[in-house]
């Protein structure tokens, strides 16, 4: 499955609104990325939404870094052709 640029920004989107709901929702405050697991293991007291804070959390990774490949492709795409332009 391959999707479009703009539509893992929308994903990304939804996933950080959804991620903010249950941070304010349970106040996590890590002071550092790898305190979040913990302070989530620690303040998430219902099975379910600790378990969905995981998957926004493996989501939000999975759609970052395709995002981040894609532009880096898409940068890349623009050098060839800039450098195509230079040569003809």
Request: charged share 35%; glycine share 4%.
């Amino acid at each position: 499955m391959s999707i479009s640029f703009s539509d893992a920004q929308k994903k990304l989107e939804q996933i950080t609104t959804e991620m903010l709901e249950l941070i304010r929702k349970y106040g996590l405050d890590a002071e550092s990325p790898f305190d979040v697991i913990p302070v989530a293991r620690a303040k998430i007291d219902n099975q379910q939404d600790y378990i969905r804070f995981l998957e926004l959390s493996i989501e939000g990774r999975i759609y970052g870094e395709y995002a981040d490949a894609l532009q880096k492709k898409f940068d890349e795409e623009a050098r060839q052709a800039e450098a195509q332009k230079k040569m003809h």
